[in-house]
């Protein structure tokens, strides 16, 4: 059950990112899996109606609170937070007055952290895939995950 779940939230994503006009094969590589499951996912042939439907009043949620359900349902950071991204235009923002300047956060995996001219941490949100690695590296919790958008899932 749990993966056909996660199989329920994929498809809201690849139903999402279809209307934005990507490409089946581009949301297959996104979500790392093949074109015939997205056009599954695309053409209402899987998951059931009932997964679906499930899949949705999750992503109801506070997103803090399905975040961690898809987390644990996918078992993966990457496609966790390729979801997420999509789900709630998720980013990480620095709080400019807590900032000690000690570069924890410079060890991004994804070199999505630097330093401006002022030696102020900026976060590249191109680059960033929500990791949440620099949070948990912050000693001042001066990184925060900031969802821009509850999911809305007819948009
Ligand atoms: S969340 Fe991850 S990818 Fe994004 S800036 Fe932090 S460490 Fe880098
Ligand atoms: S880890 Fe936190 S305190 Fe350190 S430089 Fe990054 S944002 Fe600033």
Redesign the pocket.
């Given at each position: 059950m749990p993966e056909h779940i996660l199989s329920g939230i994929k498809a809201i994503v690849a139903m999402k990112l279809r209307r934005e006009g990507k490409l089946q094969k581009e949301i297959a590589e996104y979500l790392n899996t093949n074109r015939a499951e997205i056009s599954h996912y695309l053409q209402g042939r899987h998951p059931s109606k009932r997964v679906l439907k499930v899949s949705e009043e999750i992503l109801k949620l506070p997103p803090q609170y399905a975040v961690m359900i898809i987390n644990s349902l996918s078992n993966d950071k990457e496609i966790t937070s390729r979801i997420i991204k999509v789900l709630y235009n998720t980013r990480?923002e620095v709080e400019k007055d807590k900032c000690i300047f000690c570069g924890e956060?410079l060890e991004?995996?994804?070199k999505?952290?630097e330093r401006d001219s002022s030696g102020t941490v900026v976060?590249n949100s191109n680059?960033?895939?929500?990791?949440?690695?620099?949070?948990s590296l912050c000693p001042t919790d001066a990184?925060k995950l900031v969802f821009l958008n509850n999911n809305k899932l007819g948009e």
């Open positions: 990480v956060c991004c995996p994804y999505a952290i976060v680059r960033c895939r929500v990791c949440g690695r620099c949070i990184l």
